[in-house]
C-alpha cells in the first residue's frame, strides 16, 4: 500500500468514526458542541500519544554551555595602606612600613594644604615640618613636626587600649580631613 492510500484510508476511517460520535451523541441527547468538544478532546490525546511516542525513539542532544566569563580581581582601593599599617603595627615592626605610612600621610597633607588650603608647595612643606598646618599635636608630631604633647594627651593615649600607631593615623587622617575647611585652625586657611 502506497503512502497516500494509506493517508486516505486513515481519513475515511476517521471521518466514519466522528460521524458516528456525531449521530450517537445526538440520539442520547447531547447537544453538538458537547460532542464536537468531545472530538478534539481526544483527537488531542492520540496527537499528543503519538509525539511522546517519537520521542522515546530520538536519542537525546545534551547542550554544551562554554565556560563563563572569568573574573578579574582588582585590588580595593587603600588596601596598600591598609596592609602598611598592619604591618608597621605588628610585634616585629617593619620601619619600612611605617615609613610608608608617614610618608603617604605627609604626601597627603600637602595635597590639601595646596589643594583646600590654598597654599604654595613650598609653603606647605614648611607648614608640614613645623606643625603648623593642624592644631592637633599628635598629628603634627606623628607627620614629623618637633612640636611637645601635652602630659595630659600622652596619658589619654597610654589608657586608651588602642594602638598608638593606630590612634595617631586616625588623628592624623581627621586632620587632613579638616584642611581648608570651617573646622581648620585659623592658620591653616587662606
Not at 52 to 70: I, S
Amino acid at each position: 500500500m502506497t503512502l497516500t492510500r494509506r493517508l486516505f484510508l486513515l481519513v475515511g476511517v476517521v471521518a466514519t468514526v466522528a460521524g458516528f460520535a456525531v449521530v450517537a451523541g445526538v440520539s442520547l441527547g447531547l447537544e453538538l458542541t458537547d460532542v464536537f468538544l468531545g472530538l478534539v478532546a481526544v483527537l488531542a490525546a492520540i496527537q499528543g500519544l503519538r509525539y511522546v511516542q517519537r520521542r522515546r525513539d530520538t536519542t537525546p542532544n545534551p547542550t554544551v554551555t562554554g565556560d563563563p566569563e572569568a573574573r578579574v580581581t582588582v585590588p580595593t582601593p587603600g588596601s596598600d595602606f591598609d596592609d602598611d599599617l598592619v604591618s608597621a603595627a605588628g610585634r616585629r615592626t617593619r620601619w619600612a612600613a611605617r615609613e610608608r605610612v608617614v610618608d603617604r600621610l605627609k604626601a597627603r597633607a600637602k595635597a590639601a594644604l595646596v589643594a583646600r588650603g590654598g597654599r604654595a608647595p613650598e609653603e606647605a612643606a614648611a607648614l608640614l615640618d613645623t606643625g603648623g598646618w593642624t592644631d592637633d599635636p599628635v598629628a603634627a608630631r606623628f607627620l614629623g613636626a618637633s612640636v611637645s604633647i601635652p602630659l595630659r594627651q600622652r596619658v589619654r593615649l597610654f589608657l586608651s587600649g588602642q594602638s598608638s600607631l593606630a590612634d595617631r593615623v586616625e588623628r592624623t587622617v581627621a586632620a587632613i580631613e579638616r584642611v581648608g575647611t570651617a573646622d581648620a585652625p585659623a592658620g591653616e586657611r587662606r
